[in-house]
């Protein structure tokens, strides 16, 4: 018959650890808030001895779930399953597990998805952006749960946001772009209608333009998903219009990816007939030839803070003020210098 293992407690972890049992419990719990030294013999203790916390236990003991909530735009860009990591893991640091939910750009979606996962319990919740229905802020008050948004900190007062001025960083690739000697641009950007992370770059990239004195044809101004095939249907739409820009700049790099393989299906040289720039600095935007000029987001900062200041506001000592962080134009080779002579064609 085998032999019964005996459950390990946390009085034993303490014990093992030769810590006391509240310097224990303080540091699976809350460990930022005790010594490193102390921290370190107790994670040592839990891993040689394998102990398990009882969840509902905490649970109960503590009036928490030790879990947040996150709703995300897409899972499908690169650029928000890349920032899961870092939100995760800071989390995981100190002591809440994340729980994630995505809606596909629909916010009557966003509210269903919201509702299933603070009715599951959760201790605070993550938005994206912030334009939201006003069902979500209804949500999170009839529920008496805190919330931050993250992402950005356009078209909102809110004091716990976190991100950047989508609008600033889209004027600063704009004006780079100009600066290179076009004066025949295009724009691509995602739906506007219930974002404003999109409106707002949209509105970056047209007033770069108009301080320059640069008109911008109809034709040249589009909207397309956020995609690959969003992209694509740039190039084919510009195409049918007739005569190409000199550079088509991207509201994000899924855009200016799929533009990119357009124009190489297409027979456009990039950039010597057309330059394209995007905006993210995802992975794959590095390893695109030409390599691809874009704006990089700080999505690992990002993670970091939310996760930081999502716990601070669950214990009531979050500060009452954004974090603005900052982006940075990351130049490669598929934007061209029209200063040494215009491009061909």
């Given at each position: 018959?085998?032999?019964i293992r005996k459950k390990v407690t946390l009085e034993d972890v303490a014990r093992e650890a030769g810590v006391s049992l509240g310097s224990a419990s303080k540091a699976l719990s809350s460990p930022e808030k005790v010594r490193p030294a102390t921290l370190n013999k107790v994670l040592d203790a839990v891993a040689r001895m394998g102990y398990v916390r009882n969840g509902v236990a905490r649970s109960l003991a503590s009036r928490r779930t030790w879990r947040v909530a996150v709703v995300y735009p897409t899972l499908k860009n690169p650029m928000f399953s890349n920032s899961i990591d870092s939100l995760q893991q800071s989390l995981l640091e100190m002591g809440y597990q994340l729980v994630i939910g995505s809606h596909e750009y629909n916010q009557k979606r966003e509210v269903k998805v919201l509702q299933a996962l603070v009715e599951s319990g959760v201790d605070g919740v993550i938005l994206v952006g912030t334009d939201h229905d006003d069902a979500v802020f209804r949500m999170l008050e009839?529920?008496?749960v805190p919330y931050l948004m993250?992402?950005?900190t356009d078209e909102t007062n809110y004091p716990h946001t976190i991100g950047f001025s989508n609008r600033q960083a889209a004027y600063e690739i704009a004006k780079h772009v100009i600066a290179k000697g076009h004066r025949k641009v295009a724009l691509c950007g995602?739906?506007?209608?219930?974002?404003?992370?999109?409106?707002q770059r949209r509105a970056g990239f047209l007033a770069a333009l108009e301080e320059a004195n640069i008109d911008i044809e109809p034709a040249w101004l589009?909207?397309?998903?956020?995609?690959?095939?969003?992209?694509?249907?740039?190039i084919k739409r510009l195409l049918a219009a007739g005569e190409l820009p000199t550079v088509l700049i991207c509201g994000t790099d899924l855009h200016a990816i799929g533009a990119m393989h357009q124009c190489q299906l297409s027979g456009i040289d990039v950039p010597g007939r057309l330059s394209i720039t995007g905006f993210d600095d995802i992975e794959f935007a590095s390893a695109m030839s030409p390599g691809l000029t874009t704006v990089r987001v700080p999505m690992h900062d990002i993670g970091v803070e939310v996760a930081r200041t999502i716990v601070a506001i669950i214990d009531n000592e979050a500060p009452v003020e954004a974090l603005e962080l900052e982006t940075m134009i990351?130049?490669?080779e598929s934007l061209r210098d029209l200063r040494d002579g215009?491009?061909?064609g």
């Open positions: 018959m085998p032999k009839t529920y008496d993250m992402w950005s995602g739906p506007a209608e219930g974002n404003e992370r999109s409106r589009i909207e397309t998903p956020f995609s690959l095939d969003g992209g694509r249907e740039a990351v130049e490669r215009e491009a061909a």
